[in-house]
């Protein structure tokens, strides 16, 4: 489950991921890791920061998942208060409409255990 945009990366949530989502204060709602390890990650590869300066290696931006609304796959997402109002949030939201059109429909109950099942 990666998807590649014009400027973001998305990707599942890694054990190594901890310490910097503790750093962004990510909210236990959309805590990837609350998520059975079936969360992702918004991250932005290289470049440039919320503040414009140049840095090397992918920064962890925000998270993101799904839940089951009305029988169908709802993309949730959150990104960081540095990282809002950057005109990301729709190219991030846009990026897990792809992938949740590409997922398998939802189980009967909405489980995240079954997706895992269906996706393993």
Known sequence: MFIRSENLFVRPAWPEDRPRLSRLDVPA???PFKLDGQGLVVTLPG??????ERVAGARLIGTGGFRVTR???QPVLW???????LGLFDEAEESLDQLAG???PPPGDGGMDELVAIAA
């Open 29 to 31: 709602r959309v805590d």
């Open 47 to 52: 470049g440039h920061d919320a503040r414009g």
């Open 71 to 73: 029988g169908r796959w």
């Open 79 to 85: 990104l960081a208060p540095a990282w809002r109002s």
């Open 102 to 104: 590409q997922l398998p």
